[in-house]
């Protein structure tokens, strides 16, 4: 069983920047991919960026150039440094961390931008 810890949601201005983490916690073997999405209201939950346990990393098209995916494989946590925000990025932004082909999702963290 995969826990997984949010942390770093907030409040930003358009332009500002804001970091997420997730931890991992539980008993695996191992992690592959570990992602991020997020669900504005009224809308479908989406992807925004994703990387294997290699490092290799995909973003949304909506979010390239501005956001940064990184892993600690060692801490089993995953990072997305978001850069110049803007009001439309706001969202409730989810971890998801696969595992023996099983899919893991953390409770969420708010992430407001304000123009």
């Known amino acids: 069983q995969v826990q997984l810890v949010e942390s770093g949601g907030g409040l930003a201005q358009a332009g500002g920047s804001l970091r997420l983490s997730c931890a991992a916690f539980?008993?695996?073997?191992?992690?592959?991919?570990m992602g991020w999405y997020r669900q504005a209201p009224g809308k479908q939950r989406e992807l925004v960026a994703d990387?294997?346990?290699?490092?290799?990393?995909n973003y949304a098209d909506s979010v390239k150039g501005r956001f940064t995916i990184s892993r600690d494989n060692a801490k089993n946590t995953v990072y997305l440094q978001m850069n110049s925000l803007k009001p439309e990025d706001t969202a409730v932004y989810y971890c998801?961390?696969?595992?023996?082909?099983?899919?893991?999702w953390g409770r969420g963290t708010q992430v407001t931008v304000s123009s």
């Open positions: 998801n961390a696969l595992s023996a082909s099983i899919s893991h």
């Open positions: 539980g008993s695996f073997f191992s992690i592959n991919a």
């Open positions: 990387i294997t346990s290699g490092g290799r990393s």
